[in-house]
T-cell receptor, first 116, second 117 residues
């Protein structure tokens, strides 16, 4: 069974600075996908970024980048130039290709607070 | 990004009552999912649905739960006899049909907050 661990329950960052949110995963499968979702106080789950286990380059989407270190089984999210609107819960998730339904397994989340 | 709507946005029900939560994808999708999030906790997988059949379900998805796609569009989650511990946010998700091989991005609806009294 797969497992996702997010060790930072809460993080503060100064506006306009970069922040790294940690995520480690555990699976014996070789083929999987890693995801980050943002959940603002309004409650919706917003997809941010995806990284495939066979992707050689780290994924980037605008101000978001994923620092993928396969050997260490980590998939940290880096947010550059933080904005006040980035204050939210952030969830790391994984899906296994071997699962028929590609279900997502989520970590416990990190609450990011951006200070003005 | 695919659009998914969910109704109702908030449902309050008495313990033991049946509830039906609805998910309406805007485009024609094949893969559907239900997840739940108890207040302050992580998001948990309930069930995946492909080609009008359940493809995978978690231990949470017991006999009290059922899913169907009655009219080929709406995707519903039914809880037959609600319990206090069913109080949670329930999310519908769809798999991006335009993603190429190797991408399994799921897009979530806004959620239905279920409160069982």
């Amino acid at each position: 069974a797969q497992k996702i661990t997010q060790t930072q329950p809460g993080m503060f960052v100064q506006e306009k600075e970069a922040v790294t949110l940690d995520c480690t995963y555990d699976t014996s499968d070789q083929s999987y996908g890693l995801f980050w979702y943002k959940q603002p106080s309004s409650g919706e789950m917003i997809f941010l970024i995806y990284q495939g286990s066979y992707d050689e380059q780290n994924a980037t989407e605008g101000r978001y980048s994923l620092n993928f270190q396969k050997a260490r089984k980590s998939a940290n999210l880096v947010i550059s130039a933080s904005q006040l609107g980035d204050s939210a819960m952030y969830f790391c998730a994984m899906s296994l290709r071997t699962n028929a339904g590609n279900m997502l397994t989520f970590g416990g989340g990190t609450r990011l607070m951006v200070k003005p | 990004e695919p659009e998914v709507t969910q109704t109702p946005s908030h449902q309050v029900t008495q313990m033991g009552q049946e509830v039906i939560l609805r998910c309406v994808p805007i485009s024609n999708h094949l893969y559907f999912y239900w997840y739940r999030q108890i207040l302050g906790q992580k998001v948990e997988f309930l069930v995946s649905f492909y080609n009008n059949e359940i493809s995978e379900k978690s231990e949470i998805f017991d006999d009290q739960f059922s899913v169907e796609r009655p009219d080929g569009s709406n995707f519903t989650l039914k809880i037959r006899s609600t319990k206090l511990e069913d109080s949670a946010m329930y999310f519908c998700a769809i798999l991006d049909p335009n993603a190429g091989v190797g991408t399994d991005t799921q897009y979530f609806g806004p959620g239905t907050r279920l409160t069982v009294l």
